[in-house]
Structures are given as structure tokens and as C-alpha cells.
């Protein structure tokens, strides 16, 4: 089935620092493809150049075969994405944002006001209507963002942290959707530092550090016998801080 996302060689220098360093995978159409790491690792440098948002110093993005770089509109046609700090028109209601996006898109009108309808209704932001989004919450604007992301039924998703913020039954609700989606032919890239979920959802992870990819492969092949968490662990370096110091903190 081929390739849903492949990354060669992606680098970004900021200043001093080599925040992403010749970073390369590959995602199969049809995984669900977790991408972990601890703060600080790479991994939205990595996601931003990966669907467009951010240009890469070097290394090439490909969706579906198409350069994100080279072909953009054929590239970003073909995904939907999550980003981190999602930008929103401040001053437009969830409905309006999702309406002016598709019409963007060049979905036309009817459609448009049926999936917006449908997105709100699943992901329980139509109770609030009349809300602009300068009033919504943070797993409010998760939730809109996911909408935005899933309007034009992209091949892919990229979700930068999708659970954050999210409280448990949007979180299942986000969940099941995924799901549906992978059903239903698509494929999912996410960031994520909730390792039991991306245990449970993704059946395929790469583990980045430092700008680079120090693990990849299934889940049980990353895990090898043990937990995710403990391979996470063993693969970036335990850290003993915390245990020592602030001993002003003690009563
Ligand atoms: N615009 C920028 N200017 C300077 N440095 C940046 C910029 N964006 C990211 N960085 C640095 O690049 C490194 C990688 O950041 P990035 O946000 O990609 O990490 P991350 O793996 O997504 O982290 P987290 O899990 O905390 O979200 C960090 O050291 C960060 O400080």
C-alpha cells in the first residue's frame, strides 16, 4: 500500500542548537503511528516540517509519495493536521471557523455546513454555539482543532499531542474517532507522552531523542518484552533528578 509519510534526513538549526538532526522514518498507509520523546526531543520541529508548517534546513518530507516542499497543494491535500498552539480566528464561533476552513478548502457550502454539523454535534461543541473561540478552553480547542483537521477527510492525520487537555470522555470520543478512521482506510501519525495510550492505540512507534530517531519499528518490537515506558526509559536515559535537592520543600 505503500507510504503514508516519509521522512529523510530532516534537520533544523536554531542558532546553536541542532533541534532536528537528520531525522528519518517511515509511516505505512494504514498504521497508527505514535511518535514519542521526552521535552525538548524534536518532535513538533519534526511534525511541523513533515506537513508544511515549518521549512527544513535539510532533508525532504514526502506524503503519499508527494514532496510537502516540492508540491504542496497535492501534499497538503492529502493530510490534515493537528498542530502544537493551534492558531484560531479568535473572533469567529467553533461552527464559523469550521465553515470558513472547508469553504477554503473548496468543499462546497452544503457540505461544508453538514460535516461542520456532524463534527460539532460528535465532539459535543454544538451545546455551545454562540461561544466565540477566544472563550473556549484548552480541550476545547483540541477538539475544534481535531474538526479543522478531519474537514476535507484527509488520507492522513498529524496530531501534535491530540489528548492534551482533553478530559476522559472527549479523550474516548477522540479515540473512537481515530479509530474509524484507521477503519476506514486512513492513516494517523500523533505526538504523544501518555504511553499507556499510544500502548493501546498505535501499532507502530518511533522513539526520538535528541533529534533523531533512537527507536522504531511496532510497538511489542520497541517494547521488546517489557513495558513501553521502560524501553522509553532505558532508550533516553533514566534521570535520578528530583530525588536530591529542594530540601526546603521538606517539613
Ligand atoms: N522557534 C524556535 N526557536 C528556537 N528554538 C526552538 C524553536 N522551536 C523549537 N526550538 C527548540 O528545539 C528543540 C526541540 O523542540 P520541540 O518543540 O520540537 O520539542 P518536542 O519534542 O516537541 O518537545 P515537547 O515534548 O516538550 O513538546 C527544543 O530545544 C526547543 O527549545
Known amino acids: 500500500m505503500g507510504e503514508a509519510l516519509e521522512l529523510d ?65 497535492k501534499a497538503k491535500a492529502l493530510v490534515g493536521v493537528l498542530p502544537d498552539g493551534l492558531g484560531m480566528p479568535e473572533r469567529l464561533t467553533g461552527r464559523e471557523v469550521l465553515t470558513y476552513l472547508g469553504l477554503l478548502r473548496g468543499i462546497p457550502e452544503a457540505e461544508v455546513r453538514a460535516r461542520a454539523a456532524e463534527l460539532l454535534e460528535v465532539l459535543e461543541l454544538d451545546h455551545e454555539d454562540d461561544k466565540q473561540v477566544i472563550g473556549y478552553s484548552t480541550g476545547m480547542r483540541k477538539k475544534l482543532g481535531l474538526a479543522v483537521a478531519l474537514l476535507h477527510a484527509p488520507r492522513l492525520l498529524v496530531l501534535d499531542e491530540p489528548f492534551e487537555a482533553v478530559d476522559p470522555v472527549s479523550a474516548a470520543t477522540i479515540r473512537t474517532i481515530l479509530h474509524r478512521f484507521i477503519a476506514g482506510g486512513g492513516s494517523v501519525v500523533m505526538s504523544s507522552h501518555v504511553m499507556a495510550l499510544v500502548e493501546q492505540l498505535c ?32 532508550l533516553v536515559g533514566a534521570s535520578t533528578k528530583g530525588a536530591e535537592g529542594l530540601t526546603w520543600l521538606s517539613r
Open 9 to 73: 534526513g530532516l534537520t533544523k538549526v536554531f542558532g546553536a542548537q541542532r533541534a532536528v538532526d537528520g531525522l528519518s522514518l517511515s509511516v505505512p498507509a494504514g498504521s497508527f503511528f505514535g511518535m514519542l520523546g521526552p521535552n525538548g526531543a524534536g518532535k513538533t520541529t519534526s511534525l511541523s516540517m513533515a506537513v508544511g508548517l515549518l521549512r527544513p534546513d535539510a532533508g525532504t518530507a514526502r506524503i503519499f509519495g508527494a514532496d510537502v516542499w516540492r508540491e504542496p497543494a
Open 203 to 234: 501499532d507502530r512507534v518511533a522513539v526520538v531523542a535528541d533529534g533523531k530517531v533512537v527507536a522504531s519499528g511496532t510497538v511489542s518490537e520497541v517494547r521488546a518484552g517489557g513495558s513501553l515506558e521502560d524501553a522509553f526509559v532505558a
